[in-house]
């Protein structure tokens, strides 16, 4: 079994301010893990994803994450805001086997105070 | 590359009839595809697995009758809501992967609009 929790359906950043939006999950086998992002009446765009390699994975539009085993966290975080980052953010699991069944978090809805 | 299409992007239909969504992976064939609904607000929520040439895979509570689901070639799956209803309103995604390898990527659509009066 896999899920991910998002902490947070809203969050408000000023813009250039540090934005940062977890994701916590769970997984019985060695998990990827993913960060979309969808902007209003689109599909998602992959910003990034965790593949059991480098724990510290850069992604598009400046964003990064962390995969922390021993917290089973994958937060997302980006240095300075911008107001074309507003949209909503979905953390994802996909177990590392052979089925490909990718888990969706809620989803955090990101604002970027001018 | 990598690039999924979807059409229509939006459909507006009559309670009973009857819509036929189109997914197909422009530049890539597509082994596996997946169909998602998201509800307004809401988290994508997986509907079913499709394998080219095989039956879907749907997920506990879809109903396989209701959502047809056809999978005829490497480059295109269809997703047929019948009988629509206005609880069937929502926003259908698809996505497309290449291999089911370990780290193979899903490429989604940009998604379906569909609006039941």
């Known amino acids: 079994a896999q899920s991910v929790t998002q902490l947070g359906s809203h969050v408000s950043v000023s813009e250039g301010a540090l934005v940062l939006l977890r994701c916590n999950y769970s997984?019985?086998?060695?998990?990827?893990l993913f960060w979309y992002v969808q902007y209003p009446n689109q599909g998602l765009q992959l910003l990034l994803k965790?593949?059991?390699?480098?724990?510290l994975v850069k992604g598009i539009n400046g964003f990064e994450a962390e995969f922390k085993k021993s917290e089973t966290s994958f937060h997302l975080t980006k240095p300075s805001a911008h107001m074309s980052d507003a949209a909503e953010y979905f953390c994802a699991v996909r177990s590392s086997g052979g089925y490909q069944k990718v888990t969706f978090g809620t989803g955090t809805k990101l604002q970027v105070i001018p | 590359g990598a690039v999924v299409s979807q059409h229509p992007s939006r459909v507006i239909c009559k309670s009973g009839t009857s819509v036929k969504i189109e997914c197909r992976s422009l530049?890539?064939?597509?082994?596996?595809m997946f169909w998602y609904r998201q509800f307004p607000k809401q988290s994508l929520m997986l509907m079913a697995t499709s394998n080219e040439g095989s039956k879907a895979t749907y997920e506990q509570g879809v109903e396989k009758d209701k959502f047809l689901i056809n999978h005829a070639s490497l480059t295109l799956s269809t997703l047929t809501v019948t009988s629509a209803h206005p609880e069937d309103s929502s926003f259908y995604i698809c996505?497309?992967?290449?291999?089911?390898?370990?780290?193979?990527?899903?490429?989604f659509g940009p998604g379906t609009r569909l609006t039941v009066l």
């Open positions: 965790y593949t059991s390699a480098a724990t």
């Open positions: 997984s019985s086998v060695p998990p990827y």
């Open positions: 996505s497309a992967s290449y291999t089911l390898g370990p780290h193979n990527e899903q490429f």
């Open positions: 530049d890539f064939q597509a082994t596996t």
